[in-house]
């Protein structure tokens, strides 16, 4: 059973570009979380989606940032015009249908790095 | 959320056995106290969740006192492949899911 897979592992942008981050969540589950975690701090919370909702979105910033979870296919954090204060490791779980109790299982990462 | 308290940092031996001690005063009744490991360059990995006493796992010992206020985590025989930021986190995973990360500590093992 493949785990959460991120791509791409690295990310390199100029400011003002834009950034598409993929996520495919482990076999089974239909709950999906993006954290961003800054150089030399804990992550933070972001969004949490399930398929074709998403259900919070208290972490995300409130411009240039979104994100979505289709019924098909992986799902994607966008950043639109980056800027340098966005790079960071951009880390996205999930977890089964029903209760979490907070047992999440997270990707690899994708480490933006906005030049 | 609980908010919770950790040591920034710690060192060990290879062979010994660590213990990380959490601090939760605020922790509510249907809270679970769950544990992460993170490696450089890797997303968090769950070790262990207790919600009292103590749990066991292959992996760690999580031991939660009566009052629950508290929690720690232990590593028996810790080899180098331990050193990694270790994460103690507080909430009951209900609708509101989002998982709170302090700064965790890191625990470095010396050969």
């Known amino acids: 059973n493949a785990g959460v897979m991120q791509n791409p592992r690295h990310l390199v942008r100029r400011r003002g570009q834009e950034a598409r981050l993929r996520c495919s969540p482990m076999?089974?589950?239909?709950?999906v979380y993006w954290y961003r975690q800054l150089p030399e701090e804990g992550l933070k919370f972001m969004v949490y989606l399930q398929k074709e909702n998403i259900i919070d979105e208290s972490g995300m910033p409130k411009e240039r940032f979104s994100a979505e979870f289709p019924k098909e296919g992986p799902s994607i954090l966008r950043i639109q015009q980056v800027v340098r204060g966005d790079s960071a490791a951009y880390f996205c779980a999930s977890s089964p249908p029903g209760t979490s109790n907070n047992i999440q299982y997270f990707g690899a990462g994708t480490r933006l790095s906005v030049l | 959320l609980a908010k919770t308290t950790q040591p920034i940092s710690m060192d060990s031996y290879e062979g010994q056995e660590v213990n990380i001690t959490c601090s939760h005063n605020n922790i509510a009744t249907n809270d679970y106290i769950t544990w992460y490991q993170q490696f450089p360059s890797q997303g968090p990995r769950f070790i262990i969740q207790g919600y009292k006493t103590k749990v066991t796992n292959e992996v760690a010992s999580l031991f939660i006192p009566a009052d629950r206020k508290s929690s720690t985590l232990s590593l028996p025989r810790v080899s180098l492949s331990d050193t990694a930021v270790y994460y103690c986190?507080?909430?009951?995973?209900?609708?509101?899911?989002?998982?709170?990360f302090g700064s965790g500590t890191q625990l470095t093992v010396l050969p």
């Open positions: 076999k089974g589950h239909s709950h």
């Open positions: 986190l507080v909430g009951d995973g209900g609708s509101a899911r989002q998982l709170t």
